[in-house]
């Protein structure tokens, strides 16, 4: 069987776009998510339980069904409720980044809670309030302590939004699939999706190594 | 005290709810706009050249655009959400080589039929047991998503049924042995084996069943379906219609 090269060469313009695409829905995604994740890990740890309660229902909510059925529910239900269409940009953002949110959330509260109480317990004494205890004091260290799993969060999320190609939006996997109805290579293109996929993993996988030395060495 | 704060926490947290779904740029549906969807995997009927959408449907939208004055958008979607889309107002139809059907006429409309195919099935060019629809019954068979075919596939015993999102994975799967059939419209088998160079596959020569293709429309829009079908008849009469159809059917038939 023969390797079509030059068929990869021809559509490699097209693919990159897309790769381009699948990197902006990427960072806006998971940039919305962070800033929804650190609002909810706050909210988790609050000594009020009814925001406790509505922020372990997002949670749970979110991390129990498939980004699939989300990105459905928000390009399809949304518009019914109102009254308006949705442009798949914005329903596929606003589903990987409330998708997003709830897990970068987890990592938060795991990273605020890996820092010892005491360090709560001493500000509060020097007289900063609970705000600026988790502002100055308990933040900065968690947020080191939460450098890879982010970055972890960042590739599956890389990865997972090839499933907003089911809303036709073109992003990687859905130039992939029209480059293929028209060629038939499904070997050569694949396999190029795949290396740029991989080239992508494997870059910020790399940042985040630099990040955590950055951040660890003294 | 503790409840207001509660109340104004639950407000504040569904405004911001409201806040997100709302940002960016909403688009009210355009009087002066039709907007089209397919699935643009499926030549000849449509499928993308570059970042460009060709194909049958696309002239024929285009097509009715210009008969009604209209403005015409043309989108790409998975199959399986054209209906969904159109139901929900995000798009206006769905011109995407779609058979008209009963279940699907309980959930939209379609325009008055404007071609013809016959549903065939693909095999391996050595499979001499796969003559009729008789012998679908049993076998693995790979179809599109939501598809006549896979209705047709799924009522046969002991059949397994394979659904694909796009023709090139059904038929990727067929020349790797993993299914024994292929459903397809005629004209979709003889483009992708032809101008697909599949040379080790095959149409069986026999219709298993005669579809109708329509254009969709939400059941709300009809002043749309009946623009649509004056547009049609209009194009059948002047000979826009048959010019289209040499363009995108003259070499393969």
Redesign the interface.
Known sequence: MGFNWSLILDNLPLLLQGALVTVKITTMSVGCGFFIGMLVALANLSNLKIVRLLARCYVDIIRGTPLLVQIFLIYFALPMIIGSRIDPFVAAVTACSINSGAYVSEIFRAGIQSIDKGQMEAGRSLGLSWAQTMRYIIMPQAFKAIIPPLGNEFIAMLKDSSLVSVIGFEELTRRGQLIIAKTYASFEIWGTVAVIYLIMTVSISQLVAYLERRYNIK | MKLK??LA??LG?TLMIGV??????????KKDTIKF?AE????PFE?????KYQGFDVDLANAIGKETGKKVEF????F??LI??L????IDAIASGMVITKERLEKIDFSDPYYQVNLIMVVKKDNNTVNGEADIAGKTVAAQIGTTGAFLAKEKPGTTVKEF?????M??DLENGNVEIVMLDEPIAKY?IQV???ANLKIVPVGLQSHQLGIGVAKNNPELTKEINAALKKMKDNGEYKKLEDKWFGNIK
């Open positions: 704060k509660s926490l639950v947290a997100f779904a709302g940002c960016g740029s909403e688009q009210a549906p969807a643009t995997t499926y030549p499928f993308a050249d570059g970042d989108v790409s979607m998975g399986d959400a969904p889309a139901q929900s107002g995000q999102d796009t023709i090139p994975n038929l990727q992708f697909g160079n599949m």
